[in-house]
């Protein structure tokens, strides 16, 4: 069959995809700040890690960019996230380097101080952050890190992005000690062949460990136990900004706020002083009051 052709037909070419496949082309961050002061959140931690893996191992591409921009962006995208207020907190970045010698302590090269999130950002930078670990392997780094929250007062969170295959058997082991380093409430001893022992510091901190997975998009960590606060995550469950925001909230808070441990969260309590020992009704107030 012959049709003739028409100057003004319509042709159909190929779809751009190029936008869709970078999906880190914008961010507009979901402000939690309202919510953190309505419910009076509770915070977790008292300290904030972020760690940003920037290794020969994310030497590939993901999405059509470099591994190393998608975890310096999910970081920055945590940080912008963050209600507006100085938190305790650091950025660091690792590249490995296999001849590098190490000559000082572990706890001499890394610090933490309270930070805006805005002094947060400006500390990543666009290549490395002001703290900056170069060592053979991730699980030497993630022992500098170990010993930084070691030392704290108070529970920190770590969160490490990085790309899957990293996670093998020395970094689960470099986070198993990171885990023991801060469990101890009081001086403990490691007793070892000779039948001396080691006194660890004494310490009161605690440690959620949160890891977030570069180039897949579903989780497969070895680092999640039941036991342990933490859990793992794909960078794109995570990119856009209200799952960011679910993300950054679970980090850094606990929930509701119960300063008179009724049973009755503060943002929704009518009596914040009840006594402990007194039935109260769904605004935390006295079931009797005679008896108040």
Known sequence: MHVPAH????EVSEYDTRLHNQSVHIFNPMAIDARVTQLKLKPRVAHIVLVADQSSALNDTFRGLDKRYYAR????????????????????????????????????RLSIK???????VQSLGDYRASQHIEVQS????????????????????????TDWAQIDESVENAVMR??????????????????TSVAWPKSYSG???????????????RLESADSCGFSY?????????NMANFVETVLYKGPSDSDNDGIYDYQDRCPSTRPDKLV????????????
């Open 207 to 221: 440690l959620c460990f949160y890891t977030i997975g570069v180039g897949n998009k579903m989780s497969r960590s």
């Open 138 to 161: 991730l699980s030497l780094a993630l022992d500098f890190v170990s010993e930084l929250v070691g030392n704290l007062p108070g529970p920190s969170a770590v969160v490490l992005v």
């Open 281 to 292: 009704d769904y605004s935390g107030c006295p079931r009797f009051p005679s008896h108040y």
């Open 73 to 108: 962006e999910v970081i920055r995208r945590f940080v912008k996230t963050m209600p507006d207020q100085a938190f305790s907190s650091t950025i660091i970045t690792y590249n490995d380097s296999p001849t590098l010698q190490l000559y000082a302590p572990l706890d001499a």
């Open 114 to 120: 309270p930070h805006y999130p805005h002094q947060l």
């Open 7 to 10: 100057d003004n037909m319509t």
């Open 234 to 242: 794909a960078v794109d469950k995570i990119a856009q900004p209200s």
């Open 178 to 195: 990171m885990r023991q380093r801060v469990t101890f409430n009081a001086n403990a001893h490691v007793v070892v062949p000779n039948s």
